[in-house]
């Protein structure tokens, strides 16, 4: 009977072991997403669900304090943070944020997702978890892009943003598919965002980019299609954008360059650029230790105040003369 019982139990493990691998195979960012989520339940994220405007929103809370509030990229999810966001949580409350459309945040059906949809859903829940404090924001790639269009909208909400790899201007490298809709593309892409050091991915995880740039959260947003987008861009408007503003980089970042990031620091008056050698666009996962290590020194200097105003020279005394 024991025999019986081992023998059951020993196929049943199998099947388990092999049924894994085949949705690794098949669905290998399923699987990456599911796991990075469980690292946060064991590090004491609290996953919450709430109510909004366009349907409940997911968020990962943890810690006391002063609110920093952390939103992912594009086809993201709150997970992406999960190797560098507990460090905070001794003296902040820290938020992580699913967007709208993302990870379990609603709506969850095959709608075009315009980006005003998700900054909705991004002003809901910070009114609901920090009620009148302000809070800081830390934005990668298009989190940078909605925490810059949050603190235009909410000037006075917000304490300081430190924007990774990420902005509210239009970009630079047009010839590279943001969408992919084949293997190579999505190659091309992969190989944009990540340190030529940094281990590539295999082909069926790049063939799953693929199908979930179809009929993901990403292939949503291009639905919503290009007007949609730049409607939200801030090009020519920062003349009045006063929130301190951090800009923390990958060197390696192809896709949304450090020359993008110094043309951003150019026009915002108070702000101020660290790069990340050997790291690329999605820095929270490629080299989380540098990335934790900046952020924590960031947090800890005063934010970046308004630069200097060169005197123009026609006002300039003449040397020699006093006023």
Request: aromatic content about 6%.
């Amino acid at each position: 009977m024991l025999k019986k019982i081992a023998i059951t139990v020993l196929l049943l493990v199998l099947f388990l072991v092999a049924a894994s691998a085949i949705i690794g195979w098949r669905y290998p960012m399923a699987v990456f997403n599911w796991a990075n989520r469980r690292s946060l339940r064991n590090t004491g994220f609290a996953e919450q669900k709430v109510a909004t405007q366009i349907g409940t929103q997911t968020i990962f809370a943890k810690g006391s304090g002063a609110p920093v509030v952390f939103l992912h990229g594009a086809g993201d999810n709150a997970g992406t943070w999960a190797k560098v966001a507990d460090f905070i949580t001794a003296r902040n409350r820290v938020i992580l944020v699913d967007f709208a459309g993302h990870g379990e945040s609603e709506p969850k059906n095959d709608s075009p997702l315009s980006l005003g949809t998700v900054l909705q859903g991004l002003e809901d829940v910070v009114q609901s978890q920090t009620g009148n404090e302000r809070v800081i924001l830390v934005g990668n790639s298009l989190g940078g892009w909605m925490a810059m269009l949050y603190s235009e909208k909410h000037p006075d909400r917000v304490e300081r943003i430190v924007l990774v790899d990420g902005g509210a201007i239009r970009g630079e490298r047009p010839d590279l598919v943001q969408f992919p809709t084949t293997r190579e593309e999505a190659r091309k892409l992969f190989d944009s965002v990540i340190d030529p050091g940094s281990p590539r991915p295999a082909d069926f995880v790049l063939d799953d980019i693929v199908r979930l740039s179809k009929n993901g959260p990403i292939g949503r947003l291009a639905k919503a299609g290009l007007p949609d987008m730049e409607s939200y861009l801030l090009d020519g408007k920062l003349q009045g954008f006063s929130t301190p503003t951090d800009l923390l980089w990958g060197e390696s970042d192809k896709l949304v360059p450090v020359t993008y990031a110094r043309r951003l620091e150019s026009q915002l008056s108070a702000s101020r650029l660290t790069t990340l050698p050997r790291c690329g666009h999605v820095p929270q996962q490629e080299c989380p230790k540098a990335f934790s290590d900046a952020l924590k020194k960031i947090l800890a200097q005063p934010a970046p105040t308004s630069k200097p105003t060169a005197e123009p020279v026609a006002k300039r005394a003449p040397k020699g003369t006093t006023t």
